[in-house]
T-cell receptor, first 114, second 116 residues
């Protein structure tokens, strides 16, 4: 079975600081990778996803993530965060076989101070 | 707007008193999922419906049941809630479940269940 590990449970940054949230997965085969975001009081929504091709994927709101196969990692980055990026961020994977369901990490709560 | 709707947003029940949570979708998606998310933990899949085909996760307790009377609606029934069942319950949908797991899931806002 697959598992997902997110390195930090809480991150506090000032506006304009750069962001990198770590995500590592464990699975013996090929995976699809996702980052979801949950803004305060709102539902989980997809930020970006990687299936194949260019390992650097760009998502909404200036976020990007890089898949490094050798490290089993899919870290989320943003060069300059804004107060509105305050949210909880979840990394998730699905094995690329038949039908498969999402396995989430525990999430990272990001607080951006103005 | 097309969306996933969950009612109620907050539900309080008593220990052992059956409770039903509701999810509806206007996306006309084939697959509907129920997740349980406890505080500071990852969302955990309980089960999903692919059309009318029910798929239970191996470690989902028997206390949790689900119904999908039509494409748009799906219900989560907790037959005898315990204190440990207090959590956020998330409903999600996807167009399909095949394609090697590439279908995006769309989530509702969740129902926070409190058990007294």
């Amino acid at each position: 079975a697959q598992s997902v590990s997110q390195h930090n449970h809480h991150v506090i940054l000032s506006e304009a600081a750069s962001l990198e949230l770590g995500c590592n997965y464990s699975y013996g085969g090929t995976v699809n990778l996702f980052w979801y975001v949950q803004y305060p009081g709102q539902h989980l929504q997809l930020l970006l996803k990687y299936f194949s091709g260019d390992p650097l994927v760009k998502g909404i709101k200036g976020f990007e993530a890089e898949f490094i196969k050798s490290k089993f990692s899919f870290n989320l980055r943003k060069p300059s965060v804004q107060w509105s990026d305050t949210a909880e961020y979840f990394c998730a994977v699905t094995p690329r076989r038949g039908y498969s369901t999402l396995t989430f990490g525990k999430g990272t709560m990001l607080l951006v101070s103005p | 707007d097309a969306m996933v709707i969950q009612n109620p947003r907050y539900q309080v029940t008593q220990f052992g008193k059956p409770v039903t949570l509701s999810c509806s979708q206007t996306l006309n998606h084939n697959v509907m999922y129920w997740y349980q998310q406890k505080s500071s933990q990852a969302p955990k899949l309980l089960f999903h419906y692919y059309d009318k085909d029910f798929n239970n996760e191996a470690d989902t307790p028997d206390n949790f049941q689900s119904r999908r009377p039509n494409t748009s609606f799906c219900f989560l029934d907790i037959r005898s809630p315990g204190l440990g069942d207090a959590a956020m319950y998330l409903c999600a949908t996807s167009r399909d479940r095949g394609s090697g797991g590439t279908d995006t899931q769309y989530f509702g806002p969740g129902t926070r269940l409190t058990v007294l």
